[in-house]
């Protein structure tokens, strides 16, 4: 997955069809607004061990990555060791609901730093013929 137009229509075509709602503000072209927006975007593909896909500019700030880096990161990274089982089990309900909302959790930068994660949307990514493409979290909040 790429910052391109196909892949941004992709995770704002699956969170309106889960969440009701756009996650891109009408009138704005989403690629450049979901790379620049103020929230951390995250995504991961569908492996065994789910690798990051996708990180915008606030995602990378917030954890330390640069975007090739990021890709190809394990998404389990993203949270200390102590902290992958409440991930995996947030990750498990997105499973199986199809998205969660108004997750807390900490995360690990990658210099070692220990931060907050705060109301955070994770949805799962559907492509156009209903085969999974993977999940994407919207981190609003860090402390």
Known sequence: MTRDAAF???LDR???ALLGRPLVPAGQDKTPWLYDAPSALLAHDTSADPLFTYANRAA??????????????P???????EDRGSRQEFLDTVAR????????GRRVAKDGRVF???DVTLWNLTRDDGSPAGQA???RRWS
């Open 60 to 73: 990378q700030r917030l954890f330390g990555y640069d975007w090739d880096e990021f890709v190809g990161l």
């Open 8 to 10: 941004a229509d992709l």
């Open 75 to 81: 998404s389990r990274l993203s949270a200390g060791d």
């Open 116 to 118: 907050w994660i705060e």
């Open 14 to 16: 699956s969170y309106a």
């Open 137 to 139: 979290a919207l981190i």
């Open 97 to 104: 609901q199809g998205y969660a909302e108004h997750y807390r």
